[in-house]
């Protein structure tokens, strides 16, 4: 079967970094997407990573071992507005989006 | 104004009864996606569609029903027969390439409750 794994729930102090993993198992691969999730709003788009490295978009980067599996959301500077749920979802061999259940992150001051 | 909209915001329904959500974008965008999420679990898809007049049923189609008539169009019925409907409906569009889907973009969102 396919499974994406993230950790449930994690807190982190305001001007911090913080870094989410996510590992998954697919039939197939075609990317890895993260998008942040405030309660009770859509997914908003973060990041998508095709290829094996670090992307960074200001205080958002996104790394990706595709030998690995593994993926990871890093965010620097935590605002107090970073408190969300991050969702990982990866593309697979059919194009359909597996998706993670979520790391909600609770940002303290 | 570009997006995708969602109506309505919450929608109640009564033991029974059929329900239809509405979900329209001008993005341009060829394909549609239906969502279910509920507390604790990621994102479970019930159809979407690539093309109009076509839709393909997902991993939890069973209870709803959908039509694609327009491009800019993609509404849900949940019929009477999904026995567990409460949950946060999310509706998503997205361009297609020829590696075969791009990134997804999703409406508002829609919590429907049953009285």
């Known amino acids: 079967g396919q499974n994406i794994d993230q950790p449930t729930e994690m807190t982190a102090t305001e001007g911090a970094i913080v870094q989410i993993n996510c590992t998954y198992q697919?039939?197939?691969?075609?990317?890895l997407f993260w998008y942040q999730q405030h309660a009770g709003e859509a997914p908003t788009f973060l990041s998508y990573n095709v290829l094996d490295g670090l992307e960074e978009k200001g205080r958002f980067s996104s790394f990706l071992s595709r030998s690995k599996g593994y993926s990871y959301l890093l965010l620097k500077e935590l605002q107090m507005k970073d408190s969300a749920s991050y969702l990982c979802a990866v593309l697979d061999s059919n194009y359909q989006l597996i998706w993670g259940a979520g790391t909600k992150l609770i940002i303290k001051p | 104004d570009g997006g995708i909209t969602q109506s309505p915001k919450y929608l109640f329904r009564k033991e029974g009864q059929n329900v239809t959500l509405s979900c329209e974008q001008n993005l341009n965008h060829d394909a549609m996606y239906w969502y279910r999420q509920d507390p604790g679990q990621g994102l479970r898809l019930i159809y979407y569609s690539q093309i109009v007049n076509d839709f393909q049923k997902g991993d939890i189609a069973e209870g709803y029903s959908v039509s694609r008539e327009k491009k800019e169009s993609f509404p849900l019925t949940v019929t009477s027969a999904q026995k567990n409907p409460t949950a946060f409906y999310l509706c998503?569009?997205?361009?297609?390439?020829?590696?075969?889907?791009?990134?997804?973009?999703f409406g508002p969102g829609t919590r429907l409750l049953v009285l």
């Open positions: 697919t039939s197939g691969f075609n990317g």
């Open positions: 998503a569009s997205s361009p297609l390439t020829s590696g075969g889907q791009e990134t997804q973009y």
